[in-house]
């Protein structure tokens, strides 16, 4: 059993080294997402959460401060951060210095790579809308895990025990790092054949995901760093990033 928030310590101790030598030259923090951008160009992605954001006029304290700061101090909202809104500045700085591996495949249907089979149980926590449809028409059998009762009918504790308990196919949204819920949803899996973290937010870096259940990471690059910051400020969401971002899709070796 792992503990909340050991995927994102994990990352950190990885980042912090190089984190050290890079600079922040902008942030954006959005309606639907947080973007970072580096000295170097490099940019990340992380989502915000809805309704669990803290509201008030001292939401980010050093706001006003953050460009031509050191990246590590942004990444260490990480493991120190108050609040997920911190985090996600945290996860976004952390994806912003990945620099994925080569073996990365440049695909925006992730579910090439699952090889479905009718008759396979398929649990998803977090609804993928444009995932469902593919998924049924393969046969396989989907269950959805969702905490928004405004985009789907929720289900009781025992049935979401009993979809990850006796799932074959995990996918599972990246922003279970944000609100802590990682860890206690890969504990409480059966033996599925494949565990996929998928979403921009999702950090492409296999390493921290080792001794774990997860076996395939989806996520994506900024592509054109500038003209998703600037969607990012007008709060625009994912169907407005897509075409500035690199879909890919690497296995976690276990």
Do not use: W
């Not at 008759?119 to 928004?148: D, Q, W």
């Not at 308990?165 to 790092?177: E, F, G, N, S, V």
């Amino acid at each position: 059993m792992f503990e909340p928030g050991t995927i994102l310590n994990r990352l950190y101790e990885q980042l912090e080294p190089t984190a050290r030598n890079r600079r922040i030259t902008d942030l954006r923090v959005g309606l639907s997402y947080v973007g970072v951008m580096l000295d170097n160009g490099a940019s990340g992605l992380a989502a915000v959460l809805p309704d669990v954001t803290p509201r008030g006029c001292t939401v980010l304290s050093d706001a006003g401060k953050d460009a031509g700061s050191p990246a590590a101090d942004l990444l260490r909202y990480q493991k120190d951060g108050k609040n997920v809104l911190h985090r996600a500045i945290g996860l976004a700085t952390a994806n912003a210095l990945i620099e994925p591996s080569c073996d990365t495949t440049e695909d925006r249907e992730a579910t090439t790579y699952f090889n479905l089979q009718p008759g396979e149980k398929v649990a998803m926590v977090g609804l993928f809308s444009p995932l469902t449809e593919r998924i049924r028409a393969t046969g396989a059998i989907l269950t959805v895990i969702e905490k928004n009762p405004q985009r789907l009918e929720l289900l009781s504790s025992q049935e979401k025990q009993r979809a990850l308990q006796d799932c074959d196919i995990a996918i599972i949204t990246a922003t279970t790092l944000l609100n802590n819920t990682l860890e206690e949803i890969i504990g409480a899996l059966g033996s599925p054949r494949l565990v996929a973290i998928m979403g921009p937010s999702t950090p492409l870096m296999p390493d921290i995901f080792q001794s774990t259940p997860v076996t395939h990471l989806g996520g994506a690059v900024v592509a054109d760093p500038a003209r998703v910051m600037q969607i990012i400020s007008e709060g625009g969401g994912t169907p407005a990033l897509r075409p500035y971002l690199r879909f890919v899709n690497l296995m976690v070796g276990n």
